[in-house]
């Protein structure tokens, strides 16, 4: 299968902090690049996006950034609160790839009030 | 309300039973899959159907069959081939845009 690792499989940070969660992938083909959140029992949810095309993208406190050259791409929360806890996945696919996303481990985050 | 709901949340299964996972979402997307989530692990591909009528098996296959009969459902059914069925199953859908959306889960257990 695909190789989609997080460098970290946990990450505890102070409230107010801003976190940085690392994600690797090993398919140069991959074009579209997707982080979700998922909440302790229930189905990952969508938080922010990235196409090849585009090196970052934010959302309302998330900054996605791509890194094609080293294949790094990384998930920025500013002002982490409680209820960021949850653990964090980068998912990546290719259009020849028939669709399918390629999971990694995943990373813990822990909010510490 | 739009979405993609799973049934039923928790399930158990006696050794050597068949059991069936339902999935169906009113997105009107066209991909559809399933993926299973050990403790502590990322999510695994078991199935996925691009188009009513066709499947592909995805990496943890064996154990397990689905059917694609109508573009809203998709079930799953975990077969007494599974040796080791005890897991969080998730179902999640895509349309064009490629991102997947994803159902509650379902928590299989075997007793």
């Known amino acids: 299968g695909e190789n989609v690792g997080l460098h970290l499989p946990t990450l505890s940070v102070q409230e107010g902090d801003n976190s940085i969660i690392n994600c690797a992938y090993s398919?140069?083909?991959?074009?579209?690049f997707i982080w979700y959140k998922q909440e302790s029992g229930k189905g990952p949810q969508f938080i922010i996006d990235i196409r090849s095309n585009m090196d970052k993208r934010q959302g309302q406190r998330v900054t996605v950034l791509l890194n094609k050259t080293v294949k790094h791409l990384s998930l920025q929360i500013a002002a982490t609160q409680p209820g960021d806890s949850a653990v964090y996945f980068c998912?990546?696919?290719?259009?020849?790839?028939?669709?399918?996303?390629?999971f990694g481990t995943g990373t813990r985050l822990t909010v510490i009030p | 309300d739009g979405g993609i709901t799973q049934s039923p949340k928790y399930l158990f299964r006696k050794e050597g039973q068949n059991v069936t996972l339902s999935c169906e979402q009113n997105?009107?997307?066209?991909?559809m899959y399933w993926y299973r989530q050990d403790p502590g692990q990322g999510l695994r591909l078991i199935y996925y159907s691009q188009i009513v009528n066709d499947f592909q098996k995805g990496d943890i296959a064996e154990g397990y069959s689905v059917s694609r009969e109508k573009k809203e459902s998709f079930p799953l059914t975990v077969t007494s081939a599974q040796k080791n069925p005890t897991a969080f199953y998730l179902c999640?859908?895509?349309?064009?845009?490629?991102?997947?959306?994803f159902g509650q889960g379902t928590r299989l257990t075997v007793v």
């Open positions: 998912a990546e696919t290719h259009q020849t790839g028939a669709n399918n996303l390629f």
């Open positions: 997105l009107n997307h066209d991909a």
């Open positions: 999640a859908s895509s349309g064009q845009g490629r991102r997947a959306f």
């Open positions: 398919n140069s083909a991959s074009d579209y």
